[in-house]
């Protein structure tokens, strides 16, 4: 069972800036990790791709958080975290991280459980 428990939501003003983490663990077989993600949704809307982190360290980012926002790991491979500043009331939403790569034979695709940004204007 592979698990991905994100934190370091909150309420920030706008302009302001948070941190979020994500830690990806598993136990009982051989686990790696190919591709951490995190992702957005606001009420009323769909979830949509923030910024990508490979095992190569190669980051992709969605255009409305260039030069905003950037995911980086830390503390290995296990861990990973956005940097968010100049934060926008349009950034308010549930930030899901995701992770994807190999537990024992088989791959996985798993979700945390979310962490509420709220921006205030």
């Known amino acids: 069972q592979v698990q991905v428990v994100e934190s370091g939501g909150g309420l920030v003003q706008a302009g302001g800036s948070l941190r979020l983490s994500c830690a990806a663990s598993?136990?009982?077989?051989?686990?790696?990790?190919?591709?951490m993600s995190w992702y957005r949704q606001a009420p009323g809307k769909q979830r949509e791709l923030v910024a990508t982190?490979?095992?190569?360290?190669?980051?992709n980012y969605a255009d409305f958080v260039k030069g905003r926002f950037t995911i980086f790991r830390d503390n290995g491979w296990n861990t990973v975290r956005l940097q968010m500043n100049s934060l926008k009331p349009e950034d308010t939403a549930v930030y899901y991280c995701?992770?994807?790569?190999?537990?024992?034979?088989?791959?996985?695709?798993?979700w945390g459980q979310g962490t509420q940004v709220t921006v205030s204007s």
């Open positions: 982190i490979t095992s190569g360290g190669i980051t």
């Open positions: 995701n992770a994807e790569g190999r537990y024992g034979i088989r791959r996985y695709n798993d």
């Open positions: 598993a136990s009982g077989r051989s686990f790696s990790i190919n591709v």
